[in-house]
C-alpha cells in the first residue's frame, strides 16, 4: 500500500508578520510600496511537486472541470487530503492558513489577488473570507479558465453573511479516500452504475473466492481504519487511534470555532458523542436532545455545525407518490466511520461485542464508499433512506436515477443471506413496480447471486471491485 506523505509547510512568515503590521498605518498604496518584499515573501507561492500521489476519483473531474471554468472549490471535511489532491493540479500554493498570508487577503483582497501568479491554489480560505469577493470581482472582469482552486474546510454560506460565489465558483466535494482508492482501483465501473446493468449479478460479483473473501472482522477492522489519510496509512493501530481521537478532540475544541459559532463544550461534546453512538440511525432531534439533556433546537443547531463542516451527512427520506405513510426524518451519518469510536469514546472491542453498533458502523462504512461516486456519475444519483412511519419496513440506502428510477441497498453483517432479508427490498419493488430498477443486499460473504425478482446479494468488497 502506497505511504501517504504530508504537505511540506511553507516558510515561516513570523519576521514578515510584524513588518506587516508595522505597515498598516500607511495607505494601501504607499504600504505595498514600503512592502514590496515582505508581499513577495509572504505570497511566495509553494511549487515543489507532489511526490508519492495517491490517486483521488476526483482527479480526472477535477481536472476537466478546471480547465472550463475559472474558479473551482474543493470543498470537504479537514485532513481528508484536499489541499495534496489540489496541489497536485496546481502545485502554484498560497498558504492562508499563515497568519501574515491570511492578513494580508483580508486587509487588501483584491490586492493580495492580484500580486499572486495564476493559477493559484488558495489553501483553506476560510482563514480569509474576504477572498471569495475578490475572486468574484476579478472573475466578473475575466471568465478565463484555469484561474484559482481553492480548499476550505467549511462551507462558505456559514462564513460569509452572504454567499457571493454563485455563479463565479463551483464546488467540488472531496471526501475522506474510499477502498477503491485506497486500493488504487481507480479505473473499474462505478458501483452507482453497475447496479443499473441489466444482470445485475454479473455486474457485481467479484473475483474473491471463499478463501481470499474478506470476512466481517475484515470489513470492520477496515470500517474503523476509515479514510483519513494520515489515519488509513499510519504505521501501527495506536497511532491510528491517537490520531483519530487527536482529531476529534481538535473539532470540539478548535474546528467548530471556525463556523463562526461557539457552542458549549461540554454539550457539544456530548452531541458529538450520541452522533458517534447513532451513526446510521434514524432519530428525531426530541429523542436526541433527551438523551443529552439539551433542547431540540440545540441539536439541529450542532447538525448544522456539523454539516458545515463536512463531517455530519443529514441523508434525507425518500418518498414517493406511490407509496403512503413514509417517515421524512433523515438519517444522520458520520463522513467517515472512523470517527464513530472515538466520537462515542468506545473501544474496538465494545463494538465489536455489541451487534447494533457494529451493524452501525458497516452501514456508516457502506455509506461512505458509495458517497464520492455521486458527484462522478454520469447518471447523477442522488442518495436517500427510507423507512415507513411504522418502522414495519426500512431500506437502508435508496439511490434514486432519472425519471424517478430507483435502487434499494441493505446492509447486513452476516456471511449468508437469503431471501428474508431483502423483504423490505420486495415490499418496496411491489409497491414500485417499473420504477424499482434492482435491490442489493450487501453481506459479508463472498458470493453474488439472485435472492428475488430484481434483487440480488452481493458482497460489501463489491463496492471497490
Known sequence: MPVWHPRPSLRSPTKTVATARNCTSKSRETAYESCAILTIRLLEPYTDGVTNYNPRLIDEYLADVFAELPAIMITGPRACGKTTTARHLVPNLVDLSLPGVAQLF?????GALARTEEPVTLDEWQEAPPVLGAIKRAVDLSFTPSRYLLTGSVTGQVTTHSWPGTGRVVEVPLLPMTQRELRGKLHSPLFVDRVLADDVTSSLATTETLS??????????????????QAAFATSNRQRALWLRGYVDLLIGRDVAATGVAPDSGRFRSYVAAIGLNTAGVIDASSLADGIQVAPATVRRYDALLEALYLL??????????????????KRYLIDPSLMAPAADLDTETILRDGGLYGRLLDTFVAAQIRPELALSANHPRLYHLRDQDGRHEVDLVLEYSLG???GIEVKSASSVGRPDARHLEWMRDQLGDKFVAGVVLHSG??????SDRIAAAPISTLWA
Not at 451527512?313 to 433523515?330: E, G, H, I, Q
Open 106 to 110: 483580508n486587509e487588501d483582497p483584491d
Open 212 to 229: 481470499s473473501a474478506p470476512s466481517l472482522t475484515h470489513y470492520l477492522d477496515l470500517a474503523l481504519t476509515g479514510g483519513f489519510p
Open 313 to 330: 451527512d443529514l441523508v434525507p427520506a425518500w418518498y414517493s407518490n406511490r407509496m403512503t405513510r413514509l417517515a421524512k426524518r433523515p
Open 405 to 407: 428510477r430507483v435502487v
Open 446 to 451: 463472498p458470493m453474488a447471486f439472485m435472492l
